[in-house]
């Protein structure tokens, strides 16, 4: 009989809180979002610590972030971003995830605006890495920001996707932790600025052949 396996220690949130300071700096420091756009969260057992509404990314204190829970109920802290309910309905339909992060950077939100696209696969697989941290990647229909209706529709579409578009918005990004949801946000990003670079030229994406090769080496 297999002897029974000790359980994950939970993660130390003064160190994610840590974590989350120091990502948002990264990301405002190379200019993946500006002012006081874009939001990050981590899960922390039933919690989930959110960046607070109007602060910018360049300016987290580990002491002023939000708590809400699986619901998006404001627990703890200061008022969580208006966007908070968008991360809760990512964590709820993905058990693994363990961070996700809403960037409006220039190239991805370049492509969200963009008319004639597939909205249910946005980019070409130009690259491996896309294939291996983003692809597929749906485009859902334009939302105000902080418009709650669009909860329903990015809890199904998060489902099946671990990154999406919000039409003239910007990209949303599910990990394991912060450092993979970042990983994905800033492939998506740069694969959107390939593809913009790219868009009057004939290209050679990878094939189908090699795309369901990667997708079986690197499952989602």
Same mark, same amino acid.
């Given at each position: 009989?297999?002897? +029974?396996? #000790?359980?994950?220690? *939970?993660?130390?949130? %003064?160190? @994610?809180?840590?974590?989350?300071?120091?990502? /948002? $700096?990264?990301?405002?420091?190379?200019?993946?979002?500006?002012?006081?756009?874009?939001?990050?969260?981590?899960?922390?057992?039933?919690?989930?610590?959110?960046?607070?509404?109007?602060?910018?990314?360049?300016?987290?204190?580990?002491?002023?972030?939000?708590?809400?829970?699986?619901?998006?109920?404001?627990?703890?802290? +200061?008022? #969580?971003?208006?966007? *908070?309910?968008?991360? %809760?309905? @990512?964590?709820?339909?993905?058990?693994?995830? /363990? $961070?996700?992060?809403?960037?409006?950077?220039?190239?991805?939100?370049?492509?969200?605006?963009?008319?004639?696209?597939?909205?249910?696969?946005?980019?070409?697989?130009?690259?491996?890495?896309?294939?291996?941290?983003?692809?597929?990647?749906?485009?859902?229909?334009?939302?105000?920001?902080?418009?709650?209706?669009?909860?329903?529709?990015?809890?199904?579409? *998060?489902?099946?996707?671990?990154?999406?578009?919000?039409?003239?918005?910007?990209?949303? $990004?599910?990990?394991?932790?912060?450092?993979?949801?970042?990983?994905?946000?800033?492939?998506?990003?740069?694969?959107?600025?390939?593809?913009?670079?790219?868009?009057?030229?004939?290209?050679?994406?990878?094939?189908?052949?090699?795309?369901?090769?990667?997708?079986?080496?690197?499952?989602?």
């Amino acid at each position: 009989m297999r002897p +029974p396996q #000790p359980r994950p220690a *939970a993660p130390d949130e %003064a160190g @994610v809180r840590d974590d989350i300071v120091r990502l /948002g $700096a990264s990301i405002f420091a190379r200019g993946l979002t500006f002012g006081r756009t874009g939001n990050l969260s981590a899960r922390v057992g039933h919690r989930i610590l959110v960046t607070p509404t109007g602060v910018s990314l360049g300016g987290l204190d580990p002491d002023g972030l939000a708590a809400i829970d699986l619901d998006g109920r404001h627990v703890s802290g +200061p008022k #969580p971003s208006k966007e *908070a309910f968008l991360h %809760a309905a @990512v964590y709820r339909s993905r058990p693994d995830a /363990g $961070a996700v992060v809403h960037l409006h950077s220039t190239h991805a939100v370049a492509v969200s605006c963009l008319d004639g696209l597939d909205p249910t696969d946005v980019l070409p697989p130009v690259t491996a890495y896309y294939v291996m941290r983003v692809a597929p990647l749906p485009l859902l229909p334009y939302h105000a920001p902080g418009d709650t209706s669009l909860e329903s529709l990015a809890e199904e579409t *998060a489902r099946r996707h671990r990154c999406f578009l919000v039409a003239n918005h910007g990209s949303v $990004a599910a990990g394991a932790d912060l450092a993979a949801a970042a990983d994905a946000a800033e492939e998506l990003e740069e694969t959107a600025r390939l593809f913009l670079l790219l868009r009057d030229r004939p290209i050679n994406p990878l094939t189908a052949d090699q795309v369901s090769d990667l997708r079986r080496r690197y499952p989602l």
